[in-house]
């Protein structure tokens, strides 16, 4: 049938064979032709039709129509002649047209195709795959153009335009589908998808232009693509494109130039309802050129970061619009400028959220080198404005001019030169200023292209957000350094913040300085150090610094940071080398400081202004190698996560405002003062150590209100030259888990409460000194309190000693004395009370005091026993009670509430050694004349001291060798005066006198005379002894020694 048809056609309108289509021959499926006039209707009864003819071409005012079963249906119309297709009248058609001419296809000026679906090509593809409804790969040599200077329409199917050059100055509608074209050699049709996709030819041609898009375009979706090794200039642009919204299609249009290069001409419109992509090896935006969505969509010009189809070379004339903005209601657009290598910008990018609500948009503009010199809005009236990212390679902000590209001739196919340069670009900071006016502005690097990716600040940068509050962020793949001054103000709302991470370092080589911010963040994300080498000047802005490795200073007398809040967190150290400056605002600012690793301080840091200020490690040590400064700051805080110590010099730290400062140092292991450390001036200063406390040096509190040093296990000060210093202040504590030992000399003057503590070890006080006037003192042990030094108060001041077992003072080779001139000497133990004389000559142990005046009882309350032994060398002598060898007055009780267990009182161990004496009560050895006032007694004032087990007295076996209970010594010729009543109970009492002269063993007032003469001595008439044995009282006199209770 279809061979009949073709017949009946060639013979019957053979007088017309160039007027119409002419020489059909049906390959495939069925058609009848007809025609009638100027009019040739072919009607296909299949679903797919193949017909070949000699000539296809449609003269003015002639119609050539193909009536097909459905729209979906296609006839395929192949030219087998060398004779080009010129549709200068009209083709028409309810289903779908291809026309396959190698030889070229032109659209008239008048001419008119009006089908719902159309394919022309001027290359081939297989007529099998066409029947089966499969993919269609078009191929083939053709250098041959199609032209549209009419006008196409297509329905449903859409229109596919396929060739080597593909030109349209006409009008292309396909309002309800796809408008597609494909400059190409190889070129794959994807029917079902209807998508086409340009196979690279490898080898370069660089003849002409693949697609001239001069006319008008409308679809729901246009795709222009084209090969660009084969072309000169691979897809140009100068006409209109609109690509509309609608109900089925958001409306997209796409100029891909693969390889080559894509240029929108001067006037060129891009007009689509969501999307537009212009893409190549090169793109170029010319003048006047205008790309704009219907609606906030998204436009990418030359690509994307990250994406493999994008253009190496970007670039955007003056005059310039790109639109992406929403009118009425809802966010603004997405716009994306790139070039891996160079991007040149000087055009205008709007994405502003809609005027009733909406948040402004995204602008992307960046490239391996960058050169910014356009325009970009992303204002959002009703919602927060858009960001503006900046991605270069490297680049440099100043105030020098912006560099990148440049201008170089008129060409369409070289408007501009972009030879790239690694690290050229410079934005202007005048640039930067103006489009922070409008956005958020992120500066980056992140995509450096195997560039360092460093952002430099050079030159002064002034930046103010005066019409609206906006946020500048920089954010490098490398390193940021900050080599001229810095600064950004923000004059409208107070909200605007500075940002910079950086993947490497954060260098200030110069200073920041923010006004009226709302934040200002710095940020190494990888192993990057920050170096503080300038100052921040961000008075009333919080401040974070925090770098994932270390932070450092080195700039020497700077105000470091100026700022109302500071957080600054080093993964691993941080270190201040030369003097430093922090100043707050006031009460309401706290500056925080965290080292992960250790965290050196190296020299002078001085807090002005602060509420409070935490510096402290995680991990590591602190290392405290200078003072601290503190000037209207309400605390400071060191803490080691693992050791805290000093070494250098002295560190002095001092409240300059006057006891206004809370000075806490801290360890999560150890405390060591290895320098010396002055602490000045503050309201209080703690040391508090999780394990030790060590000194090892001098440890200087002076006009500080409270000084408490804890421990969680020993509190050592033993240092050679390690003296404890303490002046002027209130309350003064040592508390220690384990044990506080001491044998380097503690003074302590104008303190009002001083506590020594060692909760449940051992209080030990050895060789040096430790003088405490005029404080109460306790001393409290879990153990034992071994004394074998002077401590002593020469004013005011009760003394306390509370002992979970012992109180041990002496023996050493030295005096062994404690005691309060004025004041109650207490002493409780859970066990004994030993005073052991000296194991040198002259040596005392005693518990009491020696000076001119002396008025303080003394009050024990003993678990156990007491023992009272003189030493093994001559005068060594053990005593509670008052007095010795200085001429006074010396008054107080002697008060013995309860001893458990017995009170033994011996002369001396029987070593060699004369004048070795033990004694309970106030004693004379040398001196002038003097008077001794006060009861030994038990609780309450007329009570005998209260004794469970026995009491015993021995003398000595050397001369002048006794022991007493009561008042008295060895007299030296001088007028004395003893008053008083002695009073003990004990369950038994003995007595026994010594085997050498003047060996005595004594119970009530006793002197040994000695230098010749009789002795001035005066027991008062109210004095009185009183002994109680609840079971035995033995005296035993020897040759030499006597024994007595009395006077």
């Not at 994932?548 to 700022?563: E, H, K, R, V």
């Not at 009002?752 to 001393?779: C, E, K, M, Q, R």
């Amino acid at each position: 049938m279809s061979r009949v048809f073709c017949f009946i056609f060639v013979c019957f309108f053979g007088s017309c064979l160039y007027s119409q289509p002419v020489g059909p021959e049906v390959i495939s499926g069925s058609a009848e032709i007809t025609k009638q006039g100027q009019q040739l209707l072919i009607q296909t009864q299949s679903d797919k039709t193949v017909i070949h003819w000699d000539e296809f071409s449609i003269e003015a005012k002639e119609l050539t129509h193909f009536l097909q079963p459905h729209v979906r249906a296609a006839t395929l119309n192949r030219v087998l002649s060398a004779t080009p297709s010129e549709i200068l009248g009209s083709l028409t058609s309810n289903g779908v047209i291809f026309l396959i001419n190698p030889n070229g296809i032109l659209v008239g000026a008048e001419g008119r195709i009006d089908v719902n679906g159309l394919v022309a090509s001027t290359l081939d593809f297989d007529t099998a795959a066409f029947l089966r409804g499969e993919d269609l790969l078009f191929s083939g040599d053709s250098a041959a153009a199609i032209e549209n200077l009419g006008l196409i329409q297509g329905g449903d199917e859409g229109v596919f335009l396929i060739g080597r050059h593909l030109v349209n100055q006409g009008d292309i509608l396909a309002a309800s589908s796809e408008v597609h074209f494909g400059a190409g050699h190889h070129i794959l049709l994807k029917t079902k998808e209807r998508h086409i996709y340009i196979h690279p030819d490898l080898e370069e041609h660089s003849q002409g232009i693949g697609v001239d898009q001069r006319g008008r375009i409308e679809a729901g979706k246009v795709e222009i693509q084209a090969e660009g090794n084969l072309y000169e200039l691979a897809v140009r642009h100068r006409g209109e494109i609109q690509a509309l919204a609608t109900v089925e299609r958001e409306g997209e249009i796409y100029l891909v130039a693969h390889g080559g290069e894509a240029v929108v001409d001067e006037k060129g419109t891009l007009f689509a309802g969501k999307t537009i992509e212009v893409l190549g090896e090169r793109v170029t935006l010319l003048d006047e050129a205008t790309i704009q969505t219907q609606e906030a969509g998204k436009i990418v010009i030359g690509g994307e970061p990250g994406r493999e189809q994008s253009a190496t070379h970007t670039a955007i004339a003056t005059n310039v619009l790109v639109n992406s903005n929403l009118s009425e209601r809802g966010n603004g657009g997405t716009v994306t400028l790139f070039g891996t290598e160079a991007t040149a910008f000087y055009g205008n990018v709007f994405a502003q959220g809609g005027t009733a609500g909406g948040d402004g948009g995204i602008v992307e503009v960046s490239g391996g080198n960058l050169f910014y010199s356009g325009m970009v809005y992303t204002e959002a009236p009703k919602g927060s404005d858009g960001l503006l990212i900046l991605d270069p390679t490297n680049i440099t902000i100043s105030g020098g001019a912006t560099a990148g590209g440049t201008f170089s001739g008129t060409s369409p196919t070289n408007v501009f030169s972009l030879a790239f340069t690694a690290g050229a670009a410079t934005l202007n900071s005048g640039a930067l200023n103006t489009a922070l006016q409008s956005n958020d502005v992120l500066v980056t690097t992140a995509s450096a292209f195997g560039s360092a990716g460093n952002i430099t600040i050079s030159g002064t940068t002034n930046l103010n957000a005066a019409t609206t509050s906006h946020n500048l962020t920089l954010l490098a793949d490398n390193n940021i350094t900050v080599s001229s001054p810095l600064t950004f103000i923000d004059s409208a709302g107070g909200t605007s913040t500075l940002t910079m991470t950086a993947a490497g370092d954060i260098t200030l080589n110069s200073s920041i300085t923010g006004s009226n911010l709302a934040a200002i963040h710095l940020t190494t994300t990888g192993t990057g150090t920050i170096d503080l080498d300038n100052a921040i000047n961000a008075s009333g802005i919080p401040v974070t610094i925090t770098s994932g490795g270390d932070i450092t200073s080195t700039g020497g007398g700077t105000n470091l940071l100026t700022a109302s809040q500071c957080i600054m967190t080093a993964t691993g150290d941080i270190t201040m080398t030369n003097d430093i400056i922090f100043t707050g605002n006031g009460s309401g600012s706290a500056l925080t400081m965290t080292a992960g690793v250790d965290f050196n301080h190296d020299n002078t840091m001085t807090f002005n202004n602060w509420g409070a200020v935490m510096a402290s490690t995680t991990t590591g040590d602190f290392h405290v190698d200078a003072g601290t400064v503190c000037t209207g700051t309400g605390s400071v805080t060191y803490h080691g996560g693992v050791d805290l110590f000093n070494e250098g010099g002295t560190n002095l730290f001092n409240d300059t405002t006057g006891q206004n400062t809370n000075l806490t140092l801290s360890a999560g292991r150890d405390i060591t003062i290895n320098s010396q450390i002055d602490l000045n001036n503050f309201n209080s200063a703690t040391l508090t150590a999780a394990r030790d406390v060590i000194f090892n040096n001098d440890f200087e509190p002076d006009q500080t209100t409270t000084v408490s040093v804890s421990a969680g296990r020993d509190i050592t000060h033993t240092g050679a030259a390690a003296d404890i210093i303490a002046n002027n202040g209130t309350i003064l504590s040592f508390t220690a888990a384990n044990d506080f030992t001491s044998d380097e000399p503690i003074t302590i003057s104008n303190f009002s409460t001083v506590n020594i503590t060692a909760t449940s070890g051992d209080v030990n006080l050895t060789v040096a000194a430790v003088n405490i006037p005029g404080a109460n003192t306790t001393i409290t042990a879990g153990n034992d309190i071994n004394i074998l030094t002077a401590v002593r108060n020469v004013a005011s001041g009760d003394m306390t000693l509370n002992a979970g077992n012992d109180v041990n003072i002496g023996p050493v080779a030295i005096v062994s004395q404690i005691g309060t001139a004025d004041g109650v000497l207490s002493v409780t133990t859970g066990r004994d009370l030993n005073v052991i004389g000296g194991t040198g000559s002259s040596d005392r142990s005693q518990l009491g005091f020696n000076a001119v005046l002396v008025d303080s009882d003394i009050d024990l309350t003993i678990g156990r026993n007491i023992n009272v032994t003189a030493g093994t060398n001559s005068s060594s002598v053990a005593l509670i009670g008052h007095g010795f060898a200085t001429a006074g007055m010396y008054s107080g009780d002697i008060i013995i509430r309860s001893v458990g267990g017995d009170v033994t009182i011996t002369g001396d161990t029987g070593a060699a050694g004369s004048v070795k004496f033990a004694q309970i009560g106030h004693s004379r050895f040398t001196g002038g004349t003097s008077s001794f006032t006060g009861d030994i007694r038990g609780a309450t004032a007329g009570s005998p001291a209260a004794i469970s087990g026995a009491l015993t007295l021995t003398g000595g076996s050397d001369t002048t060798c006794f022991a007493l209970f009561g008042h008295g010594g060895r007299d030296s010729n001088a007028l004395e005066t003893y008053s008083g009543n002695i009073r003990v109970q004990a369950n038994d009492i003995v007595l026994t006198g010594g085997t050498s002269t003047d060996c005595n063993a004594s119970i009530g007032f006793f002197i040994v005379s000695q230098g010749g003469g009789a002795n001035p001595v005066i027991v008062t008439p109210t004095s009185s002894v009183e002994v109680i044995s609840d079971t035995t009282l033995t005296m035993t006199a020897s040759t030499n020694g006597i024994v007595s209770i009395g006077g």
